[in-house]
């Protein structure tokens, strides 16, 4: 596959978990993993790599009006590049990036990248900001009923 594509070519509705629960950020990871595994894009062990690697290097980002996480891990078992989106009905409690694990953040919204070529990570972590730092968007977000409708407000933001 061409290396050629952005963030917004890897949204889909059957990847987005509108209305999410989760008690923990590891069963977060576990269910945002699972429609991913069923399309076909990451293998089973994808989600055992995140939460390893969350546990390094963690991935709560302190944005407002709500906080984000964007956890990810090494493309050892991505099959196909993709992004998994969580809206979560209530927050979990994720650490907060470049700090010792000492700073915890209520996510509300959850960003995971299955990532295959790791030249495109920095890039699409780049475009995943440009969404994180949109305050309307995050409230938007949240607040969307159906996948469909966190695709189209993110096609929306990003295209705009």
């Known amino acids: 596959m061409s290396t050629q594509y952005t963030f917004v070519d890897l949204l889909k509705p059957e990847h987005v978990l509108t209305d999410l629960h989760a008690s923990n950020p590891k069963e977060a990871i576990r269910k945002l993993t699972r ?8 293998e089973s062990a994808f989600a055992k ?4 690697r969350e546990q390094t290097f963690p991935t709560g ?3 407002q009006p709500l906080a984000v996480a964007i956890p ?11 992004i998994s989106i969580g809206v979560l009905r209530s927050p979990v409690r994720f650490r907060q990036m470049g700090t010792d694990g000492s ?16 030249e495109k990570q920095v890039e699409l972590i780049q475009q995943l900001v440009s969404v994180i730092q949109n305050q309307g968007l995050l409230e938007g ?3 969307a009923k159906a996948p469909q409708e966190v695709v189209d407000l993110i096609q929306r933001a990003l295209t705009a």
């Open 49 to 52: 790599d995140v939460w390893e």
């Open 61 to 63: 980002l302190p944005t």
């Open 35 to 42: 429609p991913l595994v069923q399309s076909g894009h990451v």
């Open 103 to 118: 700073v915890v953040l209520e996510v509300r919204l959850i960003f995971l990248l299955a990532i295959k070529e790791r």
């Open 72 to 82: 990810h891990a090494d493309p050892d078992h991505v099959k196909q590049s993709a």
């Open 141 to 143: 977000l949240v607040a």
